[in-house]
């Protein structure tokens, strides 16, 4: 028996373990956000399954420092803040691994109110997210193709009033805060997140998605 082979073996069950401890972590997140990580609309839970790891990592971590969650004008962010806040600091990425892993949700599409002039509205989104909402690792930039159209509008709304990437310590958050034209009211803001809403994503290359 190889010496690679062998230590395949001797791994496995190491392997197994983490892989068991991750679920059973995830197992509190499920309630919100479901068993295969597809998110619940009726409650503001994004889909996370298929999602950048070190996106969600970074997420969890602003979540439980404070750094996201923490303003008195997002009701759903401190929700998940104070779930988040139970999380210690070195489940944060083998719990992100675990979702990232998660076949990538299959978006229920809804009619939303799209005309032919919200794509102009995106373009500004692509340079960050991706021409079909694929999202950039690269950039720190997540994906957004096919996410509830409530929750996008819900969190372009936060960042566009300082609800959302305010803190010093959010760099991709003050990112986003800063691309966010003042302008944008809030009938813009829902035919923009219907429109990625309405995206058909097929997944970066390799990987099969919604």
């Keep these: 028996m190889s010496r690679l082979v062998l230590l395949v073996l001797l791994l496995l069950p190491v392997l197994a373990g983490a892989d068991n401890q991750a679920a059973s972590l995830y197992f509190s997140c499920s309630s919100c956000h479901g068993d295969a990580g597809q998110g619940s609309p009726a409650i503001n839970a994004p889909a996370l399954a298929g999602q950048d790891a070190d996106y969600l990592a970074r997420q969890l971590q602003h979540f439980s420092s404070g750094i996201r969650g923490s303003h008195q004008g997002d009701t759903w962010g401190r929700q998940m803040a104070l779930m ?5 600091e070195e489940n944060v990425k083998p719990l992100a691994n675990y979702i990232a892993a998660m076949p990538p949700w299959e978006a229920t ?11 102009a509205l995106y373009e500004a989104c692509a340079a960050c997210h991706g021409k079909a909402g694929e ?21 372009l709304r936060n960042f566009r009033d300082g609800v959302r990437g305010a803190s010093a310590s959010d760099s991709y958050g003050n990112q986003m805060r800063a691309a966010m ?8 803001i829902e035919k923009l997140a219907g429109y990625i809403h ?8 390799g990987k099969a998605g919604g």
Excluded: K
């Design 84 to 88: 988040a806040a139970n999380l210690l």
């Design 198 to 205: 309405s995206m058909q994503y097929s997944g970066p290359a």
């Design 181 to 188: 034209s003042p302008q944008l009211d809030d009938p813009a």
């Design 135 to 155: 999202g950039n690792p690269m950039l720190g930039s997540p994906r957004i193709a096919g996410l509830d159209h409530r929750y996008i509008a819900l969190q």
């Design 109 to 119: 599409r809804l009619e939303t109110a799209v005309d032919s002039a919200t794509p």
